[in-house]
């Protein structure tokens, strides 16, 4: 089946520092990926919708400047969380929506992030 | 407001009995459905997804919509501890984005 790699599963940084997480499709071209984040015992929270060669569409509350995406390829997008603070520290998941498999969401393994 | 609820749960269930996972939709134009099983600290994994009205067995794992009464479920016969998981329900809407329940979290005792 469809495979979605997401990198690193684990992190661990200092407050004001950034980081950036990868989300490739490994077997399949991805034109739409999406980042959520998730508290522990909550379900998802969609962050962004990112389309292949424009601009990530934001939910509302989530900060643009502050959770960076880059779509720059049909197998790869990136999140860069810029200047962390502790209440930044979740489960970040990425997804890609497979075209060749009936629009079917396949998620990454998923990155946890704690800020110090 | 939210547009897929469950029940948080937890559901419990005895080893070998059916566990019965229900989802409501508000989105009268939500087209499919999908169900995700999330083990603790895991990302989900897409179990089954649905479109038709009626029933959609796969194994141990039965989906059941009724656009009428804006629900969909999931069966899960023969129920074994590996099961134990949050369930995700999430609905597409427009633009093929997938909006998802708060997940209910069942527990199978051996």
């Known amino acids: 089946g469809a495979v979605v790699s997401q990198h690193p599963s684990r992190v661990i940084c200092k407050s004001g520092t950034s980081v950036k997480i990868e989300c490739r499709s490994l077997?399949?071209?991805?034109?739409?990926?999406?980042?959520?984040?998730?508290?522990?015992?909550?379900s998802l929270m969609l962050m962004a919708t990112?389309?292949?060669?424009?601009?990530?569409?934001?939910?509302?509350g989530v900060e643009k400047d502050k959770f960076l995406i880059n779509h720059a390829s049909l197998t790869l997008s990136t999140l860069t969380v810029t200047s962390a603070h502790p209440e930044d520290?979740?489960?970040?998941?990425?997804s890609a929506m497979a075209s060749e498999a009936n629009e079917k969401l396949f998620f990454g393994s998923g990155t946890q992030l704690s800020v110090l | 407001q939210k547009e897929v609820e469950q029940n948080s749960g937890p559901l419990s269930v005895p080893e070998g009995a059916i566990a019965s996972?229900?989802?409501?939709?508000?989105?009268?134009g939500s087209q499919s459905f999908?169900?995700?099983?999330?083990?603790?600290?895991?990302?989900?994994?897409?179990?089954?997804f649905i479109y038709s009205n009626g029933d959609k067995e796969d194994g141990r794992f039965t989906a059941q919509l009724n656009k009428a009464s804006q629900y969909v479920s999931l069966l899960i016969r023969d129920s074994q501890p590996s099961d134990s998981a949050t369930y995700l329900c999430a609905s597409d809407?427009?633009?093929?984005?997938?909006?998802?329940?708060?997940?209910?979290?069942?527990?199978?005792?051996?």
């Open chain 1, 27 to 42: 077997d399949f071209q991805a034109t739409t990926m999406f980042w959520y984040r998730q508290f522990p015992k909550q």
């Open chain 1, 50 to 60: 990112s389309n292949e060669g424009s601009k990530a569409t934001y939910e509302q």
């Open chain 2, 34 to 48: 999908f169900w995700y099983r999330q083990y603790s600290g895991k990302s989900p994994e897409l179990i089954m």
């Open chain 2, 21 to 28: 996972l229900n989802c409501t939709y508000s989105d009268r």
């Open chain 2, 93 to 110: 809407n427009a633009g093929n984005m997938l909006t998802f329940g708060g997940g209910t979290r069942l527990m199978v005792k051996p």
């Open chain 1, 89 to 94: 520290s979740s489960f970040y998941i990425c």
